[in-house]
């Protein structure tokens, strides 16, 4: 009995201990959340506005100088660029992130990756680790990204893959990513990169009249890069906010789930508490009675 008392003593100081560190992981993701929320909540307007403007004026020019990045060709070589996180315990984040890469591939480009045509660039080590255990095509000059979060690192690896879409090393250019909405919620998405998407056009819409100045030619060639870079910075910070939305919600959840136990784990020790205190009760009323007689 005493064994079983003891071994429930140290499953619940063991549960508290996990409890403390589950805590203080809520407490560390809760500050860098609310970082990292500010940074995508300033940056998304101003992305988002510039990508809708360089979507219009590829809509609306027909093509020549400039326009490479726009460029429309038959898809054989396929770059994804991933970005998950670096650490785990933040719920199915990387799960769900690394599982609409794979049935993007399995449902959009089987084609290509029968002919071993697709590449996966790892923004972030879970998602590069694990398609680099399953045999993908991948690159590792991106994978640490978030140890050093800036624009610079970022516009780093939307040079290169503008650079190798216009080398025709790849025909198209997607980015997989998490949006985040709220600390508990993230919306996983797959968006072009390149060639840049046109605008579709609707029945009756009027055509965008722009007035270019300097030439169209030069402030193309000017801004789809810039607005490309952004829009990949914009992709990483809300994948970064997500992530830390993701583990401060799951050590929430660990910690309540902690709670749940040490409470069941209570009840037990004082069951068997109860129960040895009543065992030695009755030894001790035996002995008496025996010594009686």
């Not at 993701?29 to 510039?50: C, E, F, G, N, V």
């Amino acid at each position: 009995m005493a064994g079983q008392l003891k071994e429930v003593r140290n499953r619940i100081k063991s549960v508290q201990s996990t409890q403390q560190i589950t805590k203080a992981m809520k407490m560390v993701s809760a500050a860098k959340l609310r970082r990292a929320q500010d940074a995508i909540i300033q940056m998304r307007p101003y992305a988002q506005k510039l990508q809708e403007m360089l979507s219009n004026i590829v809509s609306n020019s027909e093509g020549g100088a400039g326009m490479s990045l726009a460029t429309e060709r038959p898809v054989e070589n396929v770059l994804l660029i991933l970005i998950t996180s670096d650490r785990g315990l933040a719920g199915a984040f990387n799960a769900n992130l690394i599982k609409l890469a794979k049935s993007t591939i399995a449902e959009k480009y089987a084609d290509q990756q029968k002919k071993g045509n697709v590449t996966v660039w790892g923004i972030g080590k879970k998602g590069y680790e694990y398609f680099v255990r399953a045999n993908y095509k991948t690159s590792a000059d991106f994978k640490d990204i978030f140890l050093q979060l800036n624009f610079s690192n970022v516009q780093k690896a939307a040079q290169a893959a503008m650079k190798a879409f216009e080398t025709k090393e790849f025909d198209v250019v997607e980015i997989i990513y998490s949006q985040f909405k709220n600390a508990a919620t993230q919306k996983f998405e797959l968006e072009r990169f390149l060639p840049i998407p046109k605008v579709e056009k609707k029945e009756g819409a009027v055509k965008a009249d722009f007035i270019y100045d300097p030439s169209k030619e030069e402030l193309i060639a000017e801004l789809m890069p810039k607005i490309l870079n952004t829009q990949l910075y914009k992709a990483v910070l809300d994948s970064n906010a997500s992530e830390h939305g993701a583990r401060m919600t799951a050590m929430d959840k660990a910690s309540e789930n902690a709670n749940e136990m040490l409470r069941a784990l209570k009840i037990s020790y004082n069951r068997a508490r109860q129960a040895a205190i009543t065992t030695e009760l009755t030894e001790i009323v035996s002995g008496a009675a025996a010594l009686q007689g």
